[in-house]
C-alpha cells in the first residue's frame, strides 16, 4: 500500500525514459488497485507490465469492496500477485483461498504469480521444504499442464520479507531446486521448466547479482527498493 496514483505515473515516466529501446528487459510492476489503469497507460510501448497485487476469485456479485480477475484483465493487467504472505497472515488466506483465485486468473488469460515461503519458526523447526511444497501444491491443484507454464512461483521466505536479512543465495537457489524437482513430478520435467521461479525477501542491488547466478532462480520479486526509481534501476541494471 505505497504511491498515490500520480506518484505511481511520475516513477512509471522515470523509469520508461531510462530503459526505452531495452526492449529485452522484462519489468513487472504491481501498484495498488487505483493505479492500475493509468500505470498500464503510462507504460505502453515499454517493456513494463502492469501486476494486480490481489484478486477475489468470484467473476461478480455481492462482494462489496473486492475486484475480480476479468476487472483486473480488463484494465491491462498481465499478472496477479496472489498468496503473499501479507495476505495470509493478515487477512487469513488460507491455501484453498489462494487456488480458487489462481484459477480464476487463470481463467481470465492472466498470469498468476503465487507466492510461498516459510516463518522464522518453521526454517528452525526444519519445516522449510515441507511448508513451501504444501503451499505450492495446494495453490496449483486442478490447475492444467497447460496453464502452469503460465504461472509464476515467488519463494517468499516470511523471515526475509521487508526485515533487511535475505536468505542467501545458496539457500534460496536450494529451494528453488527442490521446488523445480517437485514440479517436474506435479507436471513433467518440461512443464517444471517453462514454470519461471523468482526470489523475493529484501532483494537489493548488493544481492541481485549472486541471485541471478544462480541456475534455478529466474528472477526476483522486489519489495522496499522498487519503492525509489534509482534502487529499483540498480536492481534491473545489476549486470552493467
Avoid at 521448466?193 to 520479486?221: A, C, F, H
Avoid at 522486489?222 to 540498480?234: I, M, N, Q, R
Wanted: some cysteine.
Amino acid at each position: 500500500m505505497n504511491k498515490t496514483v500520480s506518484e505511481t505515473i511520475r516513477m512509471i515516466t522515470e523509469i520508461k525514459g531510462i530503459i526505452s529501446g531495452k526492449q529485452e528487459l522484462e519489468i513487472v510492476i504491481a501498484p495498488s488497485f487505483v493505479s492500475l489503469h493509468p500505470a498500464e497507460i503510462a507504460a505502453q510501448g515499454t517493456p513494463i507490465q502492469i501486476a494486480a497485487q490481489n484478486v477475489f476469485h468470484e467473476e461478480n456479485g455481492p462482494f462489496t469492496g473486492e475486484v475480480s480477475a476479468a476487472m483486473l484483465a480488463d484494465v491491462g493487467c498481465r499478472y496477479v500477485i496472489v498468496g503473499h504472505s501479507e495476505r495470509r497472515e493478515l487477512f487469513g488466506e488460507t491455501d484453498q483461498v489462494v487456488n480458487k483465485k489462481i484459477r480464476s486468473i487463470l481463467e481470465n488469460e492472466l498470469g498468476p504469480l503465487l507466492c510461498i515461503g516459510e516463518s522464522a519458526v518453521q526454517r528452525e523447526q526444519g519445516k522449510a521444504f515441507e511448508v513451501v511444497e504444501n503451499q505450492m501444491r495446494e495453490g496449483l491443484r486442478g490447475v492444467s499442464e497447460v496453464d502452469a507454464s503460465q504461472v509464476i512461483i515467488a519463494y517468499e521466505p516470511v523471515w526475509a520479507i521487508g526485515t533487511g536479512e535475505t536468505a542467501t543465495p545458496q539457500v534460496a537457489q536450494e529451494v528453488h531446486h527442490f521446488l523445480r524437482e517437485k514440479l517436474a513430478i506435479i507436471f513433467r520435467k518440461d512443464v517444471s521448466q517453462k514454470i519461471r521461479l523468482v526470489y523475493g525477501g529484501s532483494v537489493n542491488k548488493e544481492n541481485i547479482k549472486e541471485m541471478m547466478t544462480q541456475p534455478d532462480i529466474d528472477g526476483v520479486l522486489v519489495g522496499a527498493a522498487s519503492l525509489e526509481t534509482k534502487s529499483f534501476l540498480d536492481i534491473i541494471y545489476y549486470n552493467e
